[in-house]
């Protein structure tokens, strides 16, 4: 499956931005997807999954409140609305994507993904 995202942007601190992700060449709705982010210097982070049916959503607990993952299989995309953004947001963040095999599984580790997108930058200004 070939992934694509799209949204980043330069917004202010307590601004928003929504993240796509657009998916292709499979049967997006069997897949559990995942946001990651990587900063300069860092290594790359979980912030939020949700499984193929949609009913589980993670996130991790710096994104916790202010972030929204979401999907549409109709559409083969899966969302990150990003609310009352801050500095330490700042990064290129990254969908991924994995075949569960119909579990409902979803996991905040990067290798439980086999597919990634290019990535897109999200610089938030103090």
């Known amino acids: 499956v070939q992934l694509e995202e799209s949204g980043g942007g330069l917004v202010q601190a307590g601004g928003s931005l929504r993240l796509s992700c657009a998916a292709s060449?499979?049967?997006?709705?069997?897949?559990?997807m995942g946001w990651f982010r990587q900063a300069p210097g860092k290594e790359r982070e979980f912030v939020a999954a949700?499984?193929?049916?949609?009913?589980?959503?993670y996130y991790a607990d710096s994104v916790k409140g202010r972030f929204t993952i979401s999907r549409d299989n109709a559409k083969n995309t899966v969302f990150l609305q990003m609310n009352s953004l801050k500095p330490e947001d700042t990064a290129v963040y990254y969908c991924?994507?994995?075949?569960?095999?119909?579990?409902?599984?979803?996991?905040?580790?990067?290798?439980?993904?086999?597919?990634w997108g290019q990535g897109t930058q999200v610089t938030v200004s103090s």
């Open positions: 991924a994507a994995t075949n569960p095999g119909g579990s409902d599984y979803v996991s905040r580790n990067a290798k439980f993904y086999d597919y």
């Open positions: 060449g499979r049967t997006f709705s069997n897949y559990a």
């Open positions: 949700i499984s193929w049916s949609g009913s589980g959503t």
